[in-house]
Each structure stands twice: as C-alpha cells, then as structure tokens.
C-alpha cells in the first residue's frame, strides 16, 4: 500500500474536511494523524471550539485508519468524550489507532490533544468495511 498516495487522495477526495480545515497528515497500518488549526469560524456561542470541530476531525481520523487497508468505510457507531475545550488559535492533533481490524466491521480508538499535548478528547468509531477497494 502507497499510503503517502492514500494520503493525498484521502485529503483531496474530502471537500467537508477540507471546508473544515482539517488535515490527513499521516496514514500506516491500521493508524492515522489528522490536524485542525482552530479559527475565529469555529467557535460556538461561548467562544471556544465547536463539539463538531472535535467530533469531525476524530471521525476523519479514524476513517483514515480505517483507510489503511485499502478499502471504502462508512461510520455505523461514535462515541466521543469532550474533556477540554481548545482555544482559538490552537493546533489540535487527532490520532486514531486500530483496536480490532474485521471482515465488515472495524473498531478504532481516537485522542486528540493540543499544541502542548493537553488531551482534549478521546473516542471510539466502528466502521463497516465496504465491497469497494480504494482507487490509488
């Protein structure tokens, strides 16, 4: 697997997440790294980083793992926990490990932290594997 090309395509084939600002930095085995600058458009009305921005960079995250092996994934299941809140200008950093690979359903875990490291959330993602390889 060309996982720089998985890369690239995952982040050129995403128009939410680039609309987000979020980014695939880094694909392997059954693991992902995906990145989200906080800007001024993504607070909420108290002034810090929508629940969405954390839920959606962990998603991406994980369906990048997910990825990994080569073939199209929908989520079927989510839990996230919101910890701490990031502050605008920060650098969160999700990154999403494989805990149970399957022939149809997939299980992964997510952290994101911050600019200093402060764990910000965590979570949990099932994926059901689809028929469909992923054209590189």
Do not use: W
Not at 45 to 58: E, K, Q, T
């Amino acid at each position: 697997m060309d996982y720089k090309k998985l890369r690239d395509t995952r982040n050129s084939s995403n128009p939410f997440a680039q609309r987000l600002g979020i980014f695939v930095e880094e694909i392997g085995p059954g693991y992902a790294r995906a990145v989200k600058d906080i800007t001024a458009e993504d607070a909420n009305p108290v002034g810090v980083a929508h629940g969405g921005c954390y839920f959606s960079l962990a998603d991406t995250a994980c369906g990048s793992a997910m990825a990994s092996h080569g073939y199209y994934a929908v989520t079927v299941n989510a839990s996230y926990n919101f910890l701490r809140s990031a502050k605008l200008g920060d650098h969160l950093v999700a990154e999403a490990r494989e805990t149970k690979p399957g022939r149809t359903l997939c299980f992964y875990e997510v952290e994101i932290r911050d600019q200093a490291g402060t764990l910000l959330g965590n979570g949990s993602f099932t994926f059901y594997k689809l028929d469909r390889e992923i054209p590189l």
